[in-house]
């Protein structure tokens, strides 16, 4: 009987470790190379202890042809607002972790291993504290220091001499100088999460509900304004809270009924 359940919890176990379409690897030595490009961008009068002046956020229709949606939040002088949160060891729902941190607009954050354990990729960096210290990997990151934002590859000899306040590790470029960054192919279309600024420095996250390929989804985000970009954990994991509700219908593909599922991190204006 122990036995059994010994191999049962294994089994178990084996089956949460997460796997990934094609389209959002960046083990190619192509995707290496241009992840790793690191834009640090300071955005002009910053204001580092007032609310953000603004959010604005849309709901975009039939951006796949078939009446998906997607969900856009614009926020000025948001450095000082923007925030990491969850953890690297734990999964919890995108709604409570927004709820408990009195989040304004929440989206889910960057991918993870195991629907188990949880387990980020690449640097992870929550309210100074450094929570994920894998700085070989090849994926995209975006966070801040106190006076700009980091689009691009992470580097530990960057971390040691900036103090990042925040960041997040996604899949890859998503767009770059307002240009797309996957092939025109752009792989199979799903739900995407993607988090950048446009020319001003303004934040932007989007969230499609959508079924939009990669290629697609950089293009979405170019027509609203959107000058550089990474590619978050989408699928089942995007997720949309604004206000303390959720806006958007996720679901527990890999469960194979409608619910909201749990991630790593989420990404919370304040």
Not at 77 to 91: D, E, H, T, W, Y
Not at 217 to 240: E, K, M, P, R, V
Request: proline content about 5%; charged content about 15%.
């Amino acid at each position: 009987m122990l036995v059994f359940m010994i191999g049962t919890i294994l089994e178990e176990a084996r089956l949460s470790v997460r796997t990934f379409p094609d389209d959002v690897a960046v083990n190619s030595p192509q995707s290496r190379q241009f992840n790793t490009t690191l834009i640090q961008f300071h955005p002009p009068l910053l204001s580092k202890t007032g609310p953000a002046s603004s959010i604005k956020e849309s709901v975009l229709l039939d951006v796949d042809h078939k009446g998906g949606k997607a969900y856009l939040a614009v926020v000025t002088n948001a450095i000082s607002r923007f925030q990491v949160k969850g953890s690297c060891s734990r999964l919890q729902k995108t709604s409570a972790v927004a709820s408990r941190h009195k989040c304004r607009h929440a989206m889910n954050g960057g991918p993870f291993k195991s629907f188990w354990g949880g387990g980020c990729f690449g640097p992870t960096v929550m309210h100074g504290h450094t929570i994920n210290r894998n700085w070989n990997a090849s994926h995209a990151s975006f966070g801040a220091t106190k006076d700009s934002w980091l689009i691009g590859h992470l580097s530990h000899d960057f971390a040691s001499k900036y103090d990042i306040t925040e960041a997040v590790t996604g899949f890859g470029w998503l767009v770059k100088d307002g240009v797309p960054s996957p092939s025109s192919e752009g792989g199979l279309p799903s739900r995407r999460s993607a988090i950048g600024i446009n020319r001003k420095g303004d934040l932007m996250m989007l969230q499609v509900d959508g079924d939009l390929s990669l290629f697609q989804t950089a293009q979405l985000f170019i027509s609203q304004g959107g000058w550089h970009a990474i590619n978050l954990d989408g699928g089942g994991s995007s997720t949309t809270v604004m206000d303390g509700k959720v806006m958007n219908s996720p679901e527990c593909s890999f469960l194979g009924f409608p619910c909201e599922p749990s991630v790593a991190s989420v990404l919370c204006v304040v």
